[in-house]
């Protein structure tokens, strides 16, 4: 079975802080996105990385940074916290075989910034 | 970019009836259309997907189908139970950079309600 995982189901942090979300996957796989999710706006692609040490920004990256030192974990950085990134924030990695688009997704990391 | 828009936003329907929710997109580029379920608490999971080169496909009681003409594609879900109570995801996937790499851009979300 694949498995991505995330480091806090839940997290409270004050504005201001840096705050750091890690994501980690056990399939070898090259492709990891991070998004956010919020109500009636769905899926948001914040960042993703197709190799390690490369990014790509996605369509909301204003406020986030992302680090991938290492092919299995990828980190979404959160420089300085606003409550305006109060969110769920979801990872998700495709399989290994580009031919399919799938992607699995972690269980999520509800995020409140105070 | 890729903007897809998904219709109802909400969906009531009693146990048994028929269930469908449509997406439309905007890229004709666009060849791959995944459809996810999200449970209360959980990440989204796939359910059913379709490609560009077919026109419908099915799986026990979830079908999806596409018009890559009009551009628009649909879940349909028969015999409804209430555990397909779950908010739905319609996506698009479209080349990212680099030429070999693809993302998806996600439609708002439907929740869907199965009443007993």
């Known amino acids: 079975d694949v498995k991505v995982t995330q480091s806090s189901r839940y997290l409270v942090k004050r504005t201001g802080e840096k705050v750091f979300l890690e994501c980690v996957q056990d399939m070898d796989h090259e492709n990891m996105f991070w998004y956010r999710q919020d109500p009636g706006l769905g899926l948001r692609l914040i960042y993703f990385s197709y190799d390690v040490k490369m990014k790509e920004k996605g369509d909301i990256p204003e406020g986030y940074s992302v680090s991938r030192e290492k092919k299995e974990r990828f980190s979404l950085i959160l420089e300085s916290a606003s409550t305006n990134q109060t969110s769920m924030y979801l990872c998700?990695?495709?399989?290994?075989?580009?031919?399919?688009?799938?992607?699995?997704f972690g269980p999520g990391t509800r995020l409140t910034v105070t | 970019g890729e903007n897809v828009e998904q219709h109802p936003s909400t969906l009531s329907v009693q146990e048994g009836d028929s269930a469908v929710i449509k997406c439309t997109y905007s890229d004709s580029a666009s060849n791959y259309f995944p459809w996810y379920k999200q449970e209360l608490g959980k990440g989204p999971q796939l359910i059913i997907d379709i490609r560009s080169n077919v026109g419908e496909k099915k799986d026990q009681r979830i079908a999806v189908t596409l018009n890559k003409t009009a551009k628009h594609f649909s879940l349909h879900i028969t015999e409804t139970q209430p555990e397909d109570s779950a908010v739905y995801f319609c996506?698009?996937?479209?080349?990212?950079?680099?030429?070999?790499?693809?993302?998806?851009?996600f439609g708002k979300g439907t929740l869907l309600t199965v009443n007993p």
């Open positions: 996506a698009a996937s479209i080349r990212a950079s680099g030429g070999s790499n693809y993302k998806l851009t």
């Open positions: 998700a990695s495709p399989p290994r075989d580009r031919v399919s688009h799938e992607q699995y």
